[in-house]
């Protein structure tokens, strides 16, 4: 498989900033390729740098330049490669609320970015998206996500879990009895299910899902996947999955959209 190398020494931001210019100003339309190469080459700092000094040689955003010359399915990928890390997640989410159809595997970027990053970066989303957008993430959750979903996704995005390390063995065993009653029982939107996915710091909820496997002989998300096929259960298994595996998690995503 094909892989991208940062080089060792980029050029300056203003020689990127020039040739992006021409790059983007070709007769015959905009040169694609060399947009994706110089771009795709260029790491988060680097292109903040060239967004700063775009902006400043040329008095425009090369955001929106981006925006008016490229290709659909392109313009979409450079426009949010080009935004810092909070704003892209906040973009993503919003897109998904904004979907005619929504389809539960779409809304799973909330679990994403509340279950894959770190609080911090829950924070920042939560800020850039209320600046994009003019309200709060947990807003646009109870306007636009069926209420099944909502309790789950709500509880998600507002949390701000500790980040420490410590783990309390005799919580995790309780609380993999609790996660289990409720998975036999196949209610999904148990408050206690919420409360502990929702509120726990990942090490301490690592744990619970190791206690859950040793004392019940099954990981917790085949667990779900046995009891039920419907979104909420769909959604917690997301939870689980990008707290506990997010490598299986996304390659799970991958392979359903390349549909394998």
Not at 139 to 163: F, P
Not at 211 to 229: E, H, L, M, P, T
């Amino acid at each position: 498989m094909a892989s991208m190398k940062l080089p060792d020494s980029a050029p300056s931001p203003t020689q990127d900033c020039e040739r992006l210019s021409r790059a983007l100003q070709g007769r015959g339309g905009a040169d694609e390729n060399l947009i994706v190469w110089i771009l795709g080459h260029r790491n988060a700092f680097q292109r903040k740098e060239i967004k700063e000094i775009y902006q400043q040689l040329y008095k425009e955003s090369i955001i929106d330049r981006l925006h008016s010359k490229l290709s659909s399915v392109l313009k979409k990928a450079m426009v949010l490669w080009m935004n810092e890390a909070p704003a892209r997640d906040a973009m993503l989410a919003h897109e998904a609320f904004k979907r005619r159809w929504k389809r539960v595997n779409q809304l799973q970027a909330m679990v994403e970015i509340a279950c894959a990053s770190s609080p911090q970066h829950l924070m920042a989303v939560r800020r850039a998206y209320c600046s994009l957008y003019e309200c709060s993430l947990e807003e646009d959750i109870i306007s636009n996500v069926s209420t099944s979903l909502q309790k789950l996704l709500v509880s998600l995005v507002s949390s701000y879990r500790h980040d420490r390390g410590f783990v309390d063995l005799n919580i995790a065993k309780s609380e993999a009895a609790k996660l289990h009653e409720a998975i036999e029982k196949k209610q999904f939107d148990n408050d206690d299910v919420v409360w502990i996915l929702a509120t726990r710091n990942f090490f301490q909820l690592k744990a619970t899902f190791g206690c859950y496997k040793q004392r019940y002989k099954v990981a917790i998300d085949q667990a779900i996947n046995s009891s039920g096929n419907g979104d909420l259960s769909f959604m917690l298994r997301a939870v689980i999955l990008c707290i506990d595996s997010p490598e299986k998690h996304f390659a799970e995503v991958m392979e359903r959209l390349l549909g394998k």
